[in-house]
């Protein structure tokens, strides 16, 4: 079988290393020569709106995935009109949009922030009467990494942040005064079969996911759980779906769903049964899902902007390294590691990875 993927970073390169031992072949679209996915199948070096090179996909792909969620909505129809596109396009068109997202974790009785739509400065100095003080605005697409959001502390917050981001659909959320932020990775598959991976647990660094810890058995996590079956559910959905959520010691509140692997995950290629890319391998193409059992408790490390030498890395003992192939950048996630304890006591993160 063939798979398309539209985009080829590392999400895609995790996706391919997964389910080339499945006899799974990879095309993978993507603008950039250097895309670190692109070793392991077809490279497609293109925009994500080429007619030509989408046509190209569909013609030879048995089924088409994505690695983001901005995927141009015109490329999404233009493929689904000609193979199967997992996750649909109803659940694309739902997690790139905030206020589609929170509108729909309302309808399901999902317990979220209190958040308005804004698209003037009018209506943010109203909606700000509805979610209090401090209050994030955020772009409804397009932000990523915490870029396209603002917190708005005090009064005079509320032109600067207009002024920083009006022009395009905004939504204001309600501040969560969080202890801590969660995730759970689900799958679905073509039959409807479900599976959850224990909840993780997530700590950013700059706007960027650091550390992901996993907590099997956490007392969160049937809620977690809960929560995002009602949304594999609602969408009809195929795939692996992430649900990220804050704790707030009395609420566990959803902030954003993603329509794809997760970074908060990763730890599951060595911490579970199955990992979070073959289960999403094995549901787009209609295989039977594999166990999201734990096999330890894991935590993963993301690097950003560099990897340290491998020598040092891997004398560091029970480190799994994963390295992108990626040009080092600032700011860019170039690779991970992931280190799982023999026991369920919690993983020891090396010192010398917490700098
Ligand atoms: P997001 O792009 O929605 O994942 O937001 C990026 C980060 O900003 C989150 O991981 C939180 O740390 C923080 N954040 C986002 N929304 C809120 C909120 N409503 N209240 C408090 N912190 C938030």
Redesign the pocket.
Known sequence: MRVGIVGGGQLARMLALAGIPLGLHFVFLDPAKDACAAELGEHLCGDYDDERLLAQIAERCDVVTYEFENVPETSIEFLSARVPVFPDARALATARD?LNEKSLFRELDIDT?PFVPVDSLSTLQQAVTTTGL???L?TRTM???????A?LREEADIEKAWRELGGVPLIL??????RR?VSMIAVRGRDGEERFYPLAE?I?RD?ILHISRSRPGDALEKQAQEYAKRLLEKLDYVGVMAL?L?DTGDELLA??MAPRVHNSGHWTIEGCVCSQFENHMRAVVGLPLGATDATGAAAMVNFIGEIPPAEQLLALPGVHLHDYSKAAKPGRKVGHVTIVSKDDSEATIPDALLR
């Open positions: 905030r922030v401090p209050a994030v955020k932000g990523y990494d915490g870029k396209g959001q917190v959320e309600g501040f969560a005064e969080f932020e997530n950013h706007g990220e804050f902030n954003e």
